[in-house]
């Protein structure tokens, strides 16, 4: 596994991981207490699915492309659900 | 297409094994001893070898107040259990964390980490200071998830194959059958292991993060959230009802036997104390509350009330096997034995396969490597066993377990690195097995004519004696049995073309 493959899956499946947390935090309906115990349960099924789809795409760079573009998207859900939340 | 994914997840497999594979077998080593370490207690420690009496808690918590400042503090009180016959009474300051031993004589003495401590701080942060050891188990965690569901797909047999063992086949096939089945049968165990280390190993940092999002940064609220409503000392003196009829009474309105206190403020007017059980086989707690001013009831209550405290004390419950008896974590240990010989011989494969594909028939550095730290741990723990009940409890006991540890670590990876002829991996296991029988024997010489009367009133040293010895006996018992498999394969007696085969039909890699 190259560098860029595993640097993609291990770090930036960390970062889509929490960026999905937080996401998850941010949309769904019920008290805060009960969203961070959700968005901590899902964090390491949400890591591990990004090693996974990091290590299956087509390329090291192509792994770092995908997950970027994951964040880009999970960032924004956050972002608009804490927006609409305040 | 599938055939590109299924290669691929294989690799992942390979890669993520090779970088925490042995990372992984230590931490699923130690976790199989801490889980029966209670039930070793009176193996341990052999002053705990009399019969458990209901020990009052009244006169420890009046000591306790005297020589130490605890108003401001919660105090946990882990009641007498056969398993672990003493009182335990433990808080943390802003310093660390103070812990006392009640004996059945009632005298307290300072509490001194031992064999189970030992065990259980090398399976959550490998004895590595601060929050990194946790954060490394956690990846190492993330890892084991990952190399689960990628073994599992990768293998595109494994309904077929799902009860196929070939013991007569050539070493590398017959291994990998065995890796196999143990990571098929064992998967849900492995799969809930791996999930809840994960989580709790992490979890001090995601719940910062994630608590601080959705709580939109206020601390207070979120901390209020997690740990419910907080009562904060009054700062007025007060005398405290007696907590020992407190427990009857909670006993009688949960319907189960207590099995720890939170004593809250012990000496303040705000006072109280929490009686804990569990009501049910799947781990769910209730506990009723008393003032400590007065004496009176309070409240009876879940002590999960919200999903987020349920979820932490499911993933406890479900890590620890707390929520059951030994009849449990005996199952949980078998099960881990299974894990750590599933994570032994994906290493060893691994070291078969670079060793076919080089075509060398001599072990290489990392074959020597990895005979050095997967036959030396257990050598290193099996030495930790036998010495246990030997040596003092005071506060070098942890030092001295550490030294032992990892000295035996070292000494078996360097000698399997400098001689691997005499410190052979056969070796190495064999007298980890010896070890463990002698632990039993010395122990019982030991005992003399006690013996009889303390394993009649201690329940737990009979099941200790006897899972130490089995433990030893089997590993020689393999030994001996895959040494003859061994001497068949070399003189042709297994079964036609086995000797010659050495490829493996269902690693995706050779076919």
Redo the contacts between chains.
């Keep these: 596994m190259s560098r860029a493959r595993a640097s993609a899956a291990i770090v930036g499946g960390f970062f889509n991981a929490m960026a999905g947390m937080l996401a998850l935090i941010a949309v769904l309906p019920v008290a805060a207490i009960d969203r961070t115990a959700y968005g901590a349960l899902l964090f390491v099924p949400l890591w591990v699915g990004m090693i996974i789809t990091a290590c299956l795409a087509p390329g090291g760079w192509a792994a770092w492309r995908r997950q970027l573009g994951v964040f880009v998207v999970l960032t924004l859900v956050a972002v608009t659900g804490f927006f609409l939340r305040s | 297409m599938a055939r590109f994914?299924t290669k691929?997840?294989y690799?992942?497999h390979s890669?993520v094994g090779l970088s925490f594979g042995l990372l992984l077998y230590a931490i699923l080593l130690s976790g199989t001893i801490a889980v029966v370490a209670p039930q070793m207690t009176t193996w341990a420690v052999p002053e705990a070898r009399v019969a458990p009496v209901q020990a009052s808690v009244d006169a420890p918590m009046r000591d306790l107040a005297e020589v130490h400042d605890i108003r401001d503090h919660i105090v946990v009180v882990e009641l007498p259990e056969p398993a672990k016959p003493s009182l335990r009474l433990w808080w943390s300051d802003e310093t660390a964390r103070h812990a006392i031993d009640v004996g059945l004589d009632g005298t307290p003495e300072p509490w001194s980490p031992g064999f189970g401590e030992f065990h259980r701080r090398l399976h959550t942060n490998l004895h590595i200071p601060g929050p990194f050891g946790r954060w490394l188990i956690g990846l190492a965690?993330?890892a084991m998830?990952?190399m689960l569901?990628?073994g599992l797909v990768a293998d595109p047999r494994w309904r077929k194959d799902r009860l196929v063992l070939r013991p007569r086949r050539a070493v590398r096939t017959a291994l990998a059958d065995i890796h196999k089945r143990l990571g098929l049968w064992g998967l849900p165990f492995s799969m809930v292991m791996a999930?809840t280390g994960?989580?709790l190993g992490?979890?001090q940092l995601?719940?910062v993060?994630?608590?601080l999002?959705?709580?939109?940064g206020d601390q207070e609220?979120?901390v209020e959230?997690?740990v419910g409503e907080r009562l904060d000392p009054a700062e007025v003196d007060a005398d405290m009802a007696p907590i020992d009829p407190l427990i009857e009474d909670a006993r009688r309105r949960l319907g189960h036997s207590p099995r720890q206190l939170l004593v809250y403020y012990y000496g303040d007017a705000n006072a109280r104390v929490e009686v804990s059980a569990f009501v049910d086989d799947l781990g769910e707690r209730a506990a009723a509350t008393y003032s400590l001013a007065d004496g009176s009831f309070v409240r009876r209550t879940p002590v999960s009330p919200?999903?987020?405290v349920?979820?932490?004390n499911g993933l406890i419950d479900l890590h620890y096997a707390t929520f059951g008896g030994t009849v449990l974590r005996l199952i949980y240990f078998l099960l881990g034995v299974g894990g750590t010989a599933m994570a032994a011989l994906g290493s060893s494969l691994w070291v078969l396969r670079r060793r076919k594909s080089r075509g060398t028939p001599a072990p290489g550095r990392m074959a020597r490597l990895n005979a050095g730290i997967i036959a030396g741990m257990p050598l290193a723990t099996a030495a930790t066993v036998l010495v246990a009940p030997w040596i003092a409890r005071d506060a070098s006991t942890m030092a001295t377990f550490t030294s032992l540890y990892f000295g035996i670590v070292v000494a078996s990876l360097v000698g399997s690195m400098a001689w691997p002829g005499f410190f052979s991996s056969r070796r190495l296991w064999a007298a980890t097995g010896w070890l463990l029988v002698a632990a039993v024997a010395l122990d019982m010489v030991r005992m003399g004519a006690e013996l009889p009367r303390s394993v009649s009133i201690t329940p737990g040293l009979a099941t200790s004696y006897g899972g130490i010895a089995l433990v030893g006996i089997v590993v020689l018992g393999v030994l001996r049995a895959s040494g003859r498999n061994d001497a068949a394969t070399r003189h042709g007696s297994a079964a036609p073309g086995a000797a010659v085969d050495d490829s493996d039909p269902t690693d995706v890699d050779d076919s």
């Design positions: 994914v691929r997840l690799d992942v890669a965690g993330v998830v990952v569901v990628t999930l994960a989580l992490l979890l995601i719940l993060v994630g608590a999002a959705a709580f939109e609220a979120a959230a997690v919200d999903v987020g349920a979820i932490t």
